[in-house]
T-cell receptor
């Protein structure tokens, strides 16, 4: 089973609408990352969250990590066509000693219609 | 631009063939990671090297192998290719290994199509 579950898998919104993407883990999240990817291209780092209750914003995108550190949400306000793409959440998993490895959810495909 | 370069950008080959993907890490980064992104599996960690030595293994098939050279560039070798190997292959680098995503910088990827 997937360690990180993203919902929804895909989302179509009208330009100007708000939207939320969720990332849920069955384990405590040590570090949670949000990336954006244009289809077939590389990953663009958006934000990193580490502390329970932490919230960060960049332009019209806000990400939160819940208090129990097992879920994160990404909220886009007044969406624009430039927001379209695949949003991936990634999480650090403890892999022994002081090491962590990065695992990913399957992504949410966002389409913004003008 | 992350500073991580990958070549080639696109690769089209036939089943049964062998290909080599190349990655140059950011200047000063000693650790290289390889990931595979496919529609059904999503983005999955394959293998990590640190200063020329294998550091961690993920879901890497036995038909796949990698190495990191003294100049720190890395190559991912895929052999006996199957249709299901068609995917986007990403390389990432970091200065310090084992820190998760905190300091990983991703390259633009190589799109492999197996016909």
């Amino acid at each position: 089973s997937q360690e990180l579950e993203q919902s929804p898998q895909s989302l179509i919104v009208q330009e100007g609408k708000n939207l939320t993407i969720n990332c849920t883990s069955s384990k405590t999240l040590y570090g949670l990352y949000w990336y954006k990817q244009k289809y077939g291209e590389g990953l663009i780092f958006l934000m990193m969250l580490q502390k329970g209750g932490e919230e960060k914003s960049h332009e019209k995108i806000t990400a939160k990590l819940d208090e129990k550190k097992q879920q994160s949400s990404l909220h886009i306000t007044a969406s624009q066509p430039s927001h379209a793409g695949i949003y991936l959440c990634g999480a650090d998993r403890h892999s022994g000693g002081s090491n962590y490895k990065l695992t990913f959810g399957k992504g949410t495909l966002l389409t913004v219609n003008p | 631009d992350s500073g991580v370069t990958q070549t080639p950008k696109h690769l089209i080959t036939a089943t049964g063939q062998r290909v080599t993907l190349r990655c140059s890490p950011r200047s000063g980064d000693l650790s290289v990671y390889w990931y595979q992104q496919s529609l059904d599996q999503g983005l999955q960690f394959l293998i990590q090297y640190y200063n020329g030595e294998e550091r961690a293994k993920g879901n890497i098939l036995e038909r796949f192998s990698a190495q990191q050279f003294p100049d720190l560039h890395s190559e991912l070798n895929l052999s006996s290719l199957e249709l299901g190997d068609s995917a986007l292959y990403f390389c990432a680098s970091s200065a310090i290994p084992g820190t998760g995503g905190r300091e990983q910088f991703f390259g633009p990827g190589t799109r492999l199509t197996v016909l």
